[in-house]
């Protein structure tokens, strides 16, 4: 697990949540109405918030988070078990190194903390390009 998850104060968790919880009012989920907030607190202490956005053509809708990074990402979605990102999320956050994420449920309150690399085992990355590009020029 990440050593950045010990930094963050109960204030700051709390913090989070309550901007995940604002932002998933402004979810666009009219197809699944899995509305998801989230919110991340970058290192500069500033957060931002992002929420699913859907259309028509499935393929074509993500979720606003995939586009931020930063240290701790709260998503939430109104389950009675903490949601985590898809698949493509995770990949895509997981560009950006190893950090917090905290898992929430709007149904139960309940909040597990975990991180990019527990989530996205032996994840694909730039390292690995980085490794074979190495071993073709040995």
Request: aromatic share 8%; with cysteine; glycine share 6%.
């Amino acid at each position: 697990m990440s050593s950045t998850i010990s930094i963050l104060t109960e204030e700051e968790k709390k913090l989070l949540i309550e901007q995940a919880l604002n932002a998933q009012l402004n979810s666009y989920c009219p197809y699944s109405n899995f509305a998801v907030g989230a919110a991340i607190l970058n290192s500069d202490g500033e957060i931002f918030k992002g929420v699913n956005v859907e259309n028509a053509s499935y393929g074509a809708q993500y979720v606003q988070n995939e586009v931020l990074y930063a240290l701790p990402l709260v998503p939430l979605a109104n389950l009675p078990y903490p949601a985590a990102p898809c698949g493509i999320c995770r990949q895509v956050l997981g560009e950006f190194g190893d950090y917090p994420i905290l898992l929430y449920s709007t149904k139960t309150k309940d909040l597990n903390i975990t991180s990019i690399s527990e989530l996205l085992p032996m994840g694909f990355s730039k390292k690995d390009i980085d490794k074979h590009e190495q071993m073709n020029k040995e």
